[in-house]
């Protein structure tokens, strides 16, 4: 284990152009804005198991 050797890389693509941490791992904004997408989505679809949002299909 080396710690004074950090570097942050997305943990999907291996970009160094890391703006965010999702559940512990890096992203960068094309990872990352994928990820919370994701998250929302499934969030949305959470709430609709739920009962409390009602979509029209
Ligand atoms: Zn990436």
Redesign the pocket.
């Known amino acids: 284990m080396s710690e004074n050797k950090r570097e942050f890389v997305?943990c999907?693509?291996g970009?160094k152009r890391v703006i965010a941490v999702i559940g512990g791992k890096y992203?960068?904004f094309?990872?990352g804005s994928k990820i919370v997408q994701d998250h929302v989505l499934r969030y949305i679809d959470l709430l609709k198991e739920r009962g409390l949002i009602v979509t029209e299909e």
């Open positions: 997305c999907m693509c970009s992203y960068c094309k990872c």
